[in-house]
């Protein structure tokens, strides 16, 4: 079955230890997503690509990064992790046409120790 | 700016008691309206897309249906295995975000 696939499902790292998450899809969609959730808020947008092309929402800390290799994969890098950065990381693709649906993947719980 | 709200935060269902979840939006121009379901710890489940007032759509137990100013998810004869949060989310054509989320219902169902 066409997929998005995030790992790991769980990380733990340490207050300023860079970690990086990734996410895989096998739906060849042009678009990718990262969304941070905390506990019982709704997912807030941290940037996303259409094809190799980077947007950033203007609120999403310096702290974060992400790379898209190719079509399939991308990936979150949180350079110097704080206590806030706890979250849930979630991955989603799209088609590029506005009105498409956004389809989501597990998630990766994070944990800063 | 785009905003979504959805009512009531929390819901507590008997096994087979049908209730609504409200999601009330204001958009400059919705391309469309879309609910999720979220179970703890994973991911939101796509449940429907909405794109103009009027359009319903339904699966299994749950309906959704769209008016120009708010969406409801009417659940007919609940059962446990529904229990979840439900998301709404809209895409407009003037947002600067791709999809702006509400908060979500906390949906619990009793057996």
């Known amino acids: 079955d066409a997929m998005v696939i995030q790992n790991p499902r769980y990380q733990v790292t340490q207050f300023g230890k860079p970690v990086t998450l990734s996410c895989s899809q096998t739906?060849?969609?042009?678009?990718m997503y990262w969304y941070q959730q905390k506990s019982s808020q709704a997912p807030k947008l941290l940037f996303h690509y259409y094809d190799k092309d980077f947007n950033n929402e203007a609120d999403t800390p310096d702290n974060f990064q992400s790379r898209r290799p190719n079509t399939s994969f991308c990936f979150l890098d949180i350079r110097s992790p704080g206590l806030g950065d706890a979250a849930m990381y979630l991955c989603a693709t799209s088609r590029p046409q506005g009105q498409e649906t956004q389809y989501f993947g597990p998630g990766t719980r994070l944990l800063v120790l | 700016e785009d905003q979504v709200t959805q009512s009531p935060e929390a819901l507590r269902l008997q096994e087979g008691e049908s209730s609504s979840l409200n999601c009330s939006y204001t958009v400059s121009g919705l391309r469309g309206l879309f609910w999720y379901r979220q179970d703890p710890g994973k991911g939101p489940e796509f449940l429907f897309t909405?794109?103009?007032a009027g359009e319903e759509k339904e699966k299994e137990r749950l309906k959704a249906t769209l008016t120009k100013k708010e969406s409801f998810l009417h659940i007919t004869a609940p059962k446990p295995e529904d229990s979840a949060t439900y998301l709404c989310a809209v895409s407009s054509w003037g947002g600067n975000t791709p999809l702006v989320f509400g908060k979500g219902t906390r949906l619990s169902v009793i057996a």
């Open positions: 739906l060849n969609h042009n678009v």
């Open positions: 909405l794109y103009s």
